[in-house]
């Protein structure tokens, strides 16, 4: 499996960016990936994830932030709209282990198998 993320740049307050995370070798029925996110001297946090179609958010992006999967091309997306400085940082894309059984989307970076190298994001005031 191998996940490669693009999208990130830098925006000003109140922009928007989408990421992409394109996931070679990722096919499971029963999908289960997430994003997730790292600023300088802060601990790592669940941003979004999506299994089979249902989606869980952080509360500091909800309303703002949408994560989606286009099966076709296996490729994760994250839409942020109304960006903020305090959401700058190193974005992640990640999956879960295949199953055999849907599971329920999670933002614990434990469950997650595969990771990608990260995309920079940068919001400015």
């Known amino acids: 499996v191998h996940l490669v993320e693009s999208g990130g740049g830098s925006v000003q307050t109140g922009g928007s960016l989408r990421l992409s995370c394109a996931a070679s070798?990722?096919?499971?029925?029963?999908?289960?990936m997430g994003w997730f996110r790292q600023a300088p001297g802060k601990e790592p946090e669940g941003v979004a994830a999506?299994?089979?179609?249902?989606?869980a958010y952080a509360d500091s992006v909800k309303g703002r932030f949408t994560i989606s999967k286009d099966n076709a091309n296996n490729t994760l997306y994250l839409q942020m709209n109304n960006l903020k400085p305090e959401d700058t940082a190193m974005y992640y894309c990640?999956?879960?282990?295949?199953?055999?059984?849907?599971?329920?989307?999670?933002?614990?970076?434990?469950?997650?198998?595969?990771w990608g190298q990260g995309t920079q994001v940068t919001v400015s005031s």
């Open positions: 990640a999956a879960r282990l295949c199953a055999s059984w849907y599971r329920a989307p999670t933002l614990r970076s434990a469950e997650y198998t595969y």
């Open positions: 070798g990722y096919t499971c029925r029963w999908y289960s």
């Open positions: 999506v299994s089979d179609g249902t989606a």
